[in-house]
């Protein structure tokens, strides 16, 4: 089964069968946490791959706990955890949904999500622990798109 490794060194592609565990798949150290993708919880200490095989995409995140995220709109903010493999459009969900700033639904889908301080729309399927990096947090602005007129 093909598994995607994302970790402190990037992200690589690993050839690996289902008997074999992810700690020996991914080259993790003991005790150190093993996360699905967009799972809210990391996976046993002795998992094997095959727990990834009803996945769509079999990829884990290695080395990362929880990532504190906290999102900035209308100059206020608000915080959730998430694990590193949640993607930036569950963010995005939670961020403008009833337990985030409980937007009308109208309006969330003009809002986009960027990196605190910067201009570029993050794209939907980055990984929060990918924008992480090596740290525990991510500050984030809820902005409105790019609009074009026309």
Do not use: C
Request: hydrophobic letters at 40%; a negative charge.
């Amino acid at each position: 089964m093909r598994v995607y490794v994302h970790d402190a060194e990037g992200k690589r592609v690993v050839e690996a069968d289902e008997a074999a565990t992810l700690v020996d798949v991914t080259g993790a150290s003991a005790g150190t946490k093993i996360w699905a993708e967009d799972a809210a919880e990391p996976l046993a200490a002795d998992a094997t791959v095959r727990v990834l095989a009803g996945r769509n995409v079999a990829a884990v995140h290695v080395g990362k706990g929880l990532i504190t995220v906290s999102v900035t709109y209308a100059g206020a903010t608000k915080t959730e955890t998430f694990g590193p493999g949640a993607k930036i459009d569950k963010v995005l969900d939670w961020a403008t949904g009833k337990d985030g700033f409980d937007l009308p639904e109208g309006d969330r889908h003009d809002l986009v999500l960027r990196l605190k301080g910067s201009t570029g729309s993050l794209d939907p399927d980055t990984h929060v622990g990918t924008l992480a990096g090596k740290g525990e947090t991510l500050a984030l602005d809820l902005l409105p798109g790019d609009k074009f007129a026309g």
